[in-house]
Antibody
Framework: QLQLQESGPGLVKPSETLSLTCTVS??????????WGWIRQPPGKGLEWIGS???????YYNPSLKSRVTISVDTSKNQFSLKLSSVTAADTAVYYC????????????WGQGTLVTVSS | NFMLTQPHSVSESPGKTVTISCTRS????????VQWYQQRPGSAPTTVIY?????PSGVPDRFSGSIDSSSNSASLTISGLKTEDEADYYC??????????FGGGTKLTVL
């Protein structure tokens, strides 16, 4: 049974880079069946897709965040990572990682999420 | 890109049926699958419907999904409402560029 777990700093200063890692267990990140995605949710607000990556490194990014986002994959560690640069308070959110089926667009399962606060 | 518009909130009594709509702003709703996620406070979203109308194992058949090309919308219907169904519900789809979009979410109150 596939499980995902986010990790990384809970506090980031404005203008710095937010870095998170998602560790996949119960299956291989190199599976041909899945992409791997990041989604965020500001406090009290809705879900926003950040981007997705295939084990080969192929990526899709939200056009509104593309200039600040880098998603990478480390198949040796069964992990994929998110970097979001030049953060502001508006980037404060719970960040989720999830498995993504490209053909159906379905995110499942999701990690439990991790709150990242942008503040000095 | 396109948007998915959901009502901000709906409410209904236990035992009744409620339908939540999700309207696609451009492009055909039938062109790409729609998923529905349930999110309870403090928890990650979980899938209640995928591929327009499919239920994952463990989701009761009180939950059903459909699409309507005439209104370019998808719907999530929950029958026999239970207090445990009270949650936020999000629709989600994508486009030919594989850009993913979530609806704004609907807060379901069962009172």
């Amino acid at each position: 049974q596939l499980q995902l777990q986010e990790s990384g700093p809970g506090l980031v200063k404005p203008s710095e880079t937010l870095s998170l890692t998602c560790t996949v267990s119960g299956g291989s990140i190199s599976s041909s069946s899945y992409y791997w995605g990041w989604i965020r949710q500001p406090p009290g607000k809705g879900l926003e897709w950040i981007g997705s990556i295939y084990y080969s490194g192929s990526t899709y990014y939200n056009p509104s965040l593309k200039s600040r986002v880098t998603i990478s994959v480390d198949t040796s560690k069964n992990q994929f990572s998110l970097k979001l640069s030049s953060v502001t308070a508006a980037d404060t959110a719970v960040y989720y990682c999830a498995s993504w089926e490209l053909l159906t667009g379905w995110f499942d399962p999701w990690g439990q999420g991790t709150l990242v606060t942008v503040s000095s | 890109n396109f948007m998915l518009t959901q009502p901000h909130s709906v409410s209904e009594s236990p035992g009744k049926t409620v339908t939540i709509s999700c309207t696609r702003s451009s492009g055909s709703i039938a062109s790409n699958y729609v998923q529905w996620y349930q999110q309870r406070p403090g928890s990650a979203p979980t899938t209640v419907i995928y591929e327009d109308n499919q239920r994952p194992s463990g989701v009761p058949d009180r939950f059903s999904g459909s699409i309507d090309s005439s209104s370019n919308s998808a719907s999530l219907t929950i029958s026999g409402l239970k207090t445990e169904d009270e949650a936020d519900y999000y629709c989600q789809s994508y486009d030919s560029s594989n850009d993913v979009v979530f609806g704004g979410g609907t807060k379901l109150t069962v009172l």
